[in-house]
């Protein structure tokens, strides 16, 4: 799968107080990077706690601190990083709409 938007996931470790996210996000990126999930089970069985929400993907990351919301397109083996963040952050927005 080819990730899209790296630069998010950085931004979200180089925050004060988030360096802790950077080893989960790294790991969840490593392992991303090298799947071909041809649809929703494909990820499921990767990744089993994984949410679907309408067409989004949500990811507990580093322990369930951290939630990682991604929109996949599964024909073209793309990942778009849509937000990332902590629970609180996560419940105030519209996981379908980020």
Do not use: C
């Not at 996931?9 to 360096?19: D, E, N, Q, S, V």
């Not at 799947?35 to 580093?62: H, M, Y």
């Not at 599964?74 to 990332?84: E, G, M």
């Amino acid at each position: 799968m080819r990730i899209v938007a790296l630069k998010t996931l950085r931004a979200h470790w180089a925050l004060p107080g988030r360096g802790d996210s950077e080893e989960p996000l790294k790991a969840w990126y490593t392992l991303t990077s090298t799947a071909d999930w041809p649809g929703p089970s494909a990820v499921k069985t990767q990744f089993r706690a994984a949410s679907f929400v309408g067409d989004r993907v949500v990811f507990n990351i580093g322990g369930n601190k951290y939630r990682l919301v991604v929109f996949i397109n599964y024909p073209f083996r793309r990942v778009y990083v849509r937000f990332v963040g902590t629970h609180a952050e996560y419940d105030r927005i519209d996981v379908e709409r980020v």
